[in-house]
C-alpha cells in the first residue's frame, strides 16, 4: 500500500512532469499507476499523473510506428497482430485494460513477452528532452533511474509495415515452455525474421534466463535456478525454443513474400 503517499500532480505540460519526477520520492503515474501497487513500493510521497502530458495512442511518425507511454496493453493488443498475440500470452483481459506500457517499463517484469519483443525490435524510448534511449538500456536501469524519467512513447523503426507486401518488416514467432500452456513461461523464445530478406539470419530473444531478456546465443548459460527449473533445464530449453522460434520466424517471413 502507498502508506506515505501525500500528493498527486497533475501537471499540464510535459516539461513541468518530468521537473516533477526529478524529486526525490515521487513516482511517475501511466494510467491507473498500477505498478506502484504490484511493486508495493514504501517510500511514494508523491506522484505525477501524466494523463494530460502523455499520448495513450498507437501511431506512425515517418513510416515508423510508435507507442505511448500511457497507452494500456489492450490498445496494443488491438493495433497490432502479432504484438497483440504476445500481450494476450502475457497477461489477461482484466490487466490488459489497466496496466499501460509505462507500467511494464517502470515494473520491467524479467519474463515479459512485451518487453522481450521491444529488445528484439530495437525500440527507442522517447524521453521528454527528446533522448533516444535504446530499450535494452533503459532495462539496465535500477528503479531509482527508471522513476526520473519519462516515458513519453516507445518508437519501433525496424518494424514499419512494408508497403508492397502490407506486412511489418519483421515477422516474430514465439516458443514457450510453461508448467500449463496458460501459465507465464518458464523459459521462452521470440524469433526474429525480416519479411523483405527471409533469407537474412533469423535471430532469438529469450527470456527466462536472466534479469531481463537476452539475445540468444550459442553456448548461451543461464543466470536463474528455481524451483520452476535449475538453471541447466533453462540452458537447454533456451536453445531448443530459440532454434525452434527462429525456424518459425523464416518461415513466415517467406510465406510474406509478395
Not at 505540460?13 to 519526477?21: H, K
Not at 497490432?80 to 483481459?93: E, F, I, K, N, S
Not at 507486401?165 to 523459459?187: C, F, H, Q, Y
Request: proline share 6%; hydrophobic share 45%.
Amino acid at each position: 500500500m502507498l502508506i506515505n503517499l501525500d500528493a498527486i500532480h497533475r501537471p499540464q505540460t510535459i516539461e513541468e512532469a518530468a521537473a516533477l519526477v526529478r524529486r526525490n520520492g515521487v513516482y511517475p503515474i501511466y494510467g491507473s499507476g498500477a505498478y506502484l501497487v504490484r511493486l508495493d513500493l514504501r517510500d511514494v510521497q508523491g506522484a505525477v499523473d501524466l494523463g494530460r502530458a502523455v499520448n495513450d495512442r498507437v501511431g506512425v511518425s515517418a513510416g515508423a510506428p510508435w507507442i505511448g507511454g500511457c497507452a494500456t496493453l489492450e490498445t496494443i493488443a488491438g493495433a497490432d497482430a502479432q504484438l497483440g498475440a504476445l500481450v494476450r500470452d502475457d497477461a489477461p483481459v482484466t490487466l490488459r485494460h489497466t496496466l499501460t506500457l509505462g507500467d511494464v517499463l517502470m515494473e520491467a517484469p524479467p519474463d515479459s513477452l512485451l518487453l522481450a519483443a521491444l529488445v528484439g525490435l530495437d525500440a527507442q524510448i522517447v524521453t521528454p528532452d527528446r533522448d533516444r534511449l535504446p530499450v535494452g538500456n533503459w532495462l539496465a536501469l535500477d528503479l531509482a533511474a527508471r522513476h526520473n524519467r519519462i516515458v513519453e512513447r516507445v518508437e519501433l523503426p525496424r518494424y514499419a509495415l512494408v508497403a508492397a507486401s502490407g506486412r511489418r518488416a519483421l515477422s516474430i514467432a514465439l516458443e514457450k515452455v510453461g508448467r500449463t500452456p496458460a501459465d507465464a513461461p518458464i523459459v521462452a523464445a521470440l524469433g526474429f525474421a525480416e519479411t523483405q530478406r527471409p533469407d537474412a539470419p533469423a535471430f532469438a530473444i529469450v527470456v527466462g534466463v536472466d534479469r531481463a531478456p537476452v539475445r540468444y546465443q550459442d553456448g548461451l548459460r543461464s543466470a536463474r535456478s528455481d524451483y520452476k527449473g535449475s538453471a541447466e533445464y533453462r540452458s537447454a530449453m533456451a536453445r531448443t525454443l530459440a532454434e525452434a522460434a527462429m525456424a518459425r520466424a523464416l518461415d513466415i517471413a517467406r510465406r510474406a513474400e509478395p
